[in-house]
């Protein structure tokens, strides 16, 4: 038996450490999709044979939502219900995953109908398992409801099936699988005449899943409870200057109300996430910071448009301005910073908010004091760590 050295000691415990977050993340995740499953299966069986189902008609997923969301419930908008039905009618065979307790509830509400049609399912399931290589099992323990999610729009059963595998052979990341989608990979392979050199190209730059991807996953948190600031891949560097850029503009005392750390955004099915969220009480407006960790490109003035646009539609309120976008990207020993006003025409608007606003100059010195101290605290605790 080798030593068992210091260093095998800390790799132990490392390893039993990623080993168990792993399994407890999978648990999580099988959990939150067969409640979604239910929740589709449950919301079907209502449209389906409900004995007071007349009397909602088009508004039954707007009266399901406002119910649930009154309750405290997450992730019950009309759009993600009818998500959840459709994963319902796109994998039946989820029925035969479930506990023994929930699928007895469940059978207790089907119509005898569809008890039928899901022992007629589960054979037409098994005839499938061996030509495709999936159970029900496999696809809800190796995938999670987020990587469902995306396959399950897709019409074709085949081709579904052929992401299912690939996504799991390729442990792709959920923006992987997207973009495999995206470039057409289901049909390049068809037309390819030497899909191995294909898939191994493809496995050569995917992106890979790990643990934490996975416990960030939007679905994850909010089924936990968690808040996004607590799951947010954030290096320690960035959330040190995010704390300090927080503290700045709040003593700034410009008017500036705190209002919200990484804050959440719907955009179509993605979501995204704004550094700091103030309300400024002068400019009656919403101030949205962004820092970036790299030099300043289109795509981040982009993206910053986009959160603007967001807020526009979402979160502002009678008597409000429109919002405003604040960009830091540090590069290297520059500091560019810019203003992105959200398309304001309104001249004197404009006006007090050059006034109000901190000035370009005050900004650039704080980021660039900022990044210098903690570069060089940085740069102490490793020369510590080496003596």
């Given at each position: 038996?080798?030593?068992?050295?210091?260093?095998?000691?800390?790799?132990?415990?490392?390893?039993?450490?990623?080993?168990?977050?792993?399994?407890?993340?999978?648990?999580?995740?099988?959990?939150?999709t067969l409640r979604n499953w239910c929740v589709g299966a449950y919301i079907k069986e209502f449209e389906l044979h409900g004995a007071d189902r007349a009397g909602y008609g088009d508004k039954l997923f707007e009266r399901i939502s406002k119910e649930l969301k009154e309750g405290g419930l997450k992730r019950c908008d009309r759009r993600e219900l009818m998500r959840y039905v459709l994963f319902y009618e796109r994998y039946p065979g989820v029925v035969e995953v479930l506990p023994e307790g929930v699928k007895s509830q469940y059978l207790m509400i089907c119509s005898p109908e569809t008890k039928q049609q899901n022992i007629l399912i589960g054979g037409i399931w098994e005839s499938l398992t061996p030509k495709f290589s999936m159970t029900p099992?496999?696809?809800?323990?190796?995938?999670?409801?987020?990587?469902?999610?995306?396959?399950?729009?897709?019409?074709?059963?085949?081709?579904?099936?052929?992401?299912?595998?690939?996504?799991?052979?390729?442990v792709w990341s959920v923006r992987e699988l997207k973009r495999q989608i995206d470039s057409m990979y289901f049909e390049r392979s068809g037309l390819s005449k030497d899909k191995k050199k294909l898939a191994e190209l493809v496995g050569i730059s995917a992106e890979k899943l790990t643990p934490a991807q996975v416990i960030r996953d939007p679905y994850v948190f909010e089924f936990l409870g968690l808040k996004p600031?607590?799951?947010m891949d954030e290096s320690a560097f960035e959330s040190a200057l995010l704390d300090k850029l927080t503290e700045f503009l709040l003593?700034?005392?410009?008017?500036?109300?705190?209002?919200?750390?990484?804050?959440?955004?719907?955009?179509?099915?993605?979501?995204?996430?704004?550094?700091?969220?103030f309300y400024h009480r002068i400019l009656k407006c919403h101030v949205l910071v962004?820092?970036?960790?790299?030099?300043?490109?289109?795509?981040?003035?982009?993206?910053?448009?986009?959160?603007?646009?967001?807020?526009?539609?979402?979160?502002?309120?009678?008597?409000?301005?429109?919002?405003?976008?604040?960009?830091?990207?540090?590069?290297?020993?520059?500091?560019?910073?810019?203003?992105?006003?959200?398309?304001?025409?309104?001249?004197?608007?404009?006006?007090?908010?050059?006034?109000?606003?901190?000035?370009?100059?005050?900004?650039?010195?704080?980021?660039?004091?900022?990044?210098?101290?903690?570069?060089?605290?940085?740069?102490?605790?490793?020369r510590e760590k080496r003596k």
């Open positions: 038996m080798p030593e068992f050295s210091f260093d095998a000691l800390v790799g132990s415990i490392r390893d039993v450490d990623s080993r168990f977050v792993l399994s407890a993340v999978k648990a999580v995740n099988v959990s939150l099992e496999k696809l809800v323990s190796s995938l999670s409801y987020t990587h469902i999610s995306e396959i399950m729009q897709i019409e074709s059963p085949l081709k579904r099936a052929f992401y299912e595998v690939e996504c799991m052979r390729g600031a607590e799951v003593e700034l005392g410009h008017g500036f109300c705190f209002e919200a750390r990484q804050k959440k955004m719907l955009v179509g099915d993605e979501y995204y996430f704004v550094d700091l969220v962004d820092l970036k960790m790299e030099g300043l490109s289109h795509a981040h003035v982009g993206q910053i448009n986009m959160y603007l646009n967001w807020f526009r539609r979402n979160e502002m309120c009678e008597g409000d301005n429109p919002p405003v976008g604040l960009l830091l990207c540090p590069r290297k020993d520059e500091m560019v910073v810019e203003y992105a006003t959200g398309g304001l025409s309104n001249e004197v608007f404009v006006s007090k908010y050059e006034v109000v606003l901190p000035s370009v100059e005050e900004l650039e010195r704080f980021v660039e004091h900022e990044v210098r101290v903690l570069k060089e605290m940085d740069a102490e605790y490793r």
